[in-house]
C-alpha cells in the first residue's frame, strides 16, 4: 500500500540572514587574504505546515561576489518567486530565477538548497536522493594549507592527520616561488604518502606560469588548480597540453555554459563543481555530466562556507559519479570558530559522511545563527 501524497506544502515565511563568521587563522590566496570574518547569507523557509528549510549563498568578493549583493538579491528579487511557492516545482522555480535575475549564483544556490531541504522534509528522503539517487556513502577530504605562517600550518597538518586527512590542498603564488618550493618540499620529506595537491587561484602571470610549473611537477602533485586567471582559457589550454601534472579549472569554469567550452577546448584536465558558481547543486551536477562525457574527472570545491553549504555540496557529490577527485569541505570543522549547525558537520577518517537522514540531514543552530547576524530580513507570504 503507497503513503498517501502530502498536500501542497507552500513557502509562507522566508528570513535573510546576513552573517560575519569569525575565523581562526589568516589565510592566503593567489588572489587575495582572508582574515578574522568571512560573510555568508543563510536562507530560512518555513512552509504552511512548519517544516523549515535552509540554504547558504558564500560568495568571496575577489570570486564570485558579496554577501550584500546575494542578501538583496534573495530579499528583493527572488522573494516574489520564493513566497507562496511549492517546493515541488523546483525546476520551474530554478528557470523562473535565471529569467528574474541575471548572475548572483550564490543567491541562486541558497535558494536552489533551501527548496530541495524542504522537499527531502516532505518526502523523507537526503536530499541526494532527490538529485538522482547516492553513489557514494563518503567523500574523501582534503583540507588546504593556507597560512602564511607555514608552521602554523605544520601544526594543523599534525592534527589533520592523528584524524586521517590524506590529502592538502597547498595554497600556491601567494608570496614567492621559493616559498612554495620550500613548503612543497618539506610536505614531501616528512609525509611521503600524502595525497598533495597545488592551488594557484590565478596567481601567476602567463609568461612566469610555464617554468614554474615545471618546477612544481618534481613534487608528484596530484593536480595544479587554476596556475593563471580565469579568463586566460588559452594559456590554460596551453599548460595543460604542456604538462605531465593534470591541471584543474576552478575559476575558469563556473556553469554548464562554462564547462563545455572548456571540454571542447580542452582549457584544464579536471574540474572544480562549487554549488556557488553553478548557481545550486542541480547545476552542479549538469557541470559533472558534461565532464563526464568528456573524460574529464572533477572536485568538489568550495567557497568560504559553513555546514548549510557544505552539507549542501556533500549531497550533490553523493549523487555525482563523476566528482571522484574528494571534496574540501573542512571549513566547518577546522577554519570556523563556531558553526552554525547543530552537530558538528560530519567528518570521520579523513573523510564526510553523507548524512541519510531527511533534506540536509543536520539541524541549524538558530541561536548561533542570531548571534552572528549583521542584518535579518523576514516576510510572510
Ligand atoms: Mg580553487
Known sequence: MTAPARSREPVMRMAVHHLSLPVRRPRDHGIGR???TIEIVLLRLETAGGLVGWGEASPWSVFTGTAEAAAAALDRYLRPLILGADPRGLAGLMAQADKTLVGHPEAKAAMETAFLDLLGRMSGLPVCALLGGQCRERIALSVSL???DFAADLDLLVQIRAEGVGIVKVKTGTKDHAFD????ERLRADHGDLDIRV???QGLAAHEALRRLRDVEAFQVTFIEQPVPGGEREVMADLTAALDTPILADESVFGPEDAIRAARDRVADLFSVK???SGGPR???EVA?????????????????????HLAGTHMIAAAPNISLGCEFYQARWYLLHDVLANPFPIQ????????TPGLGIEVDEDVVRAHALTTREESA
Open 181 to 184: 618550493l620550500e613548503r612543497l
Open 34 to 36: 582572508v582574515a578574522e
Open 283 to 285: 547545476r552542479g551536477l
Open 146 to 148: 593556507a597560512d602564511p
Open 275 to 277: 554549488i556557488m558558481k
Open 199 to 201: 592551488d594557484y587561484n
Open 289 to 309: 555530466a558534461i565532464g563526464a562525457a568528456a573524460g574529464i574527472a572533477c572536485y568538489g570545491g568550495d567557497m568560504f562556507e559553513s555546514g548549510v553549504a
Open 349 to 356: 577518517d579523513g573523510h564526510v559522511i553523507v548524512p541519510e
